[in-house]
């Protein structure tokens, strides 16, 4: 028996990952998408993920509801028995009731169904120096891409998408081109740098290394003719604030040595006089 039947004999439960990916939502969704269990699916949404005022799936709903259970939120997995349907208990629980019951995630049996397709996960990954002929924006882009744990995923029917590792879940509601993957990581690029770097510490640091870096992108963005004419002007004035703001600095740092400088020379004059009285 593969996973899904497994599922539908109790051989199986499937644990659901609190505020991770929509597996609740996905369950529910893949749950639907097989014509004899929708009923089942539908009144368990109903029932235990439904928020009547808002009239929307509400996963904080099923969480509160195994939380007034006693159940452990971070251990909670979905059973199915004909003619009861779907309900919850805990991993330790089933696996005291049964020692080889098998434990899946919602992707396991997203798989077993061949329902790939309709949750996205039908593709393969690639990056920009597989894309782009231009290799030097592609490092750049790429570079960026792990630092920020996002990866491009590509599709059979030639579309892209981005996925964030870190919460596995797609940029894009639908697939998209290849120009839209690229305008979307490189202005999140080119904005962590401006926005959310420690601009002024780096300028401590290294200040040749944020002209180059600002370059770069900039450099980047015109090669693959990503920047209009306000994007440049505004890049463009950001770095010269920037390297205003440093050279005002520098200034006062300047004004202080001499300042030191002159104040160390004068309490030696006055100590001199003072012996000669």
Not at 139 to 154: A, C, G, H, N, R
Not at 236 to 257: G, L, P, R, S, Y
Not at 259 to 264: A, E, I, T
Request: net charge negative; glycine share 4%; charged share 40%.
């Amino acid at each position: 028996m593969n996973e899904m039947e497994n599922f539908l004999n109790f051989g199986a439960v499937v644990k659901i990952r609190r505020s991770y990916d929509d597996d609740l939502f996905k369950f529910i969704e893949l749950m639907k998408s097989i014509g004899f269990l929708k009923e089942y699916a539908g009144y368990f949404e109903k029932s235990c993920c439904y928020d009547k005022e808002f009239n929307e799936f509400s996963e904080s709903k099923f969480w509160h509801y195994v939380e007034l259970n006693n159940g452990n939120r971070n251990d909670t997995c979905i059973e199915f028995q004909w003619g009861k349907g779907f309900t919850w208990g805990n991993r330790k629980d089933y696996l005291n009731y049964d020692s080889e019951m098998k434990i899946l995630n919602v992707d396991e049996l997203i798989r077993a169904c061949n329902k790939e397709e309709l949750f996205k996960m039908n593709y393969e990954y690639t990056d920009f120096g597989k894309e782009l002929q231009d290799k030097e924006s592609a490092s750049d882009l790429d570079s960026f891409l792990d630092f920020y744990e996002w990866s491009i995923t590509k599709y059979p029917d030639g579309k892209y998408n981005i996925k964030d590792e870190q919460c596995n879940t797609f940029k894009f509601d639908e697939n998209t081109t290849l120009n839209e993957i690229i305008d979307r990581v490189y202005f999140r690029m080119f904005d962590y740098f401006t926005d959310e770097e420690d601009i002024e510490e780096l300028m401590k640091e290294d200040s040749e290394y944020v002209k180059k870096k600002y370059e770069s992108y900039m450099k980047t963005g015109e090669k693959l003719h990503l920047l209009d004419e306000e994007n440049k002007k505004h890049y463009t004035e950001w770095f010269q604030e920037v390297m205003k703001e440093n050279e005002a600095k520098d200034t006062i740092e300047i004004n202080n040595d001499v300042w030191k400088v002159l104040r160390r020379e004068l309490l030696k004059w006055m100590k001199k006089r003072k012996k000669k009285l």
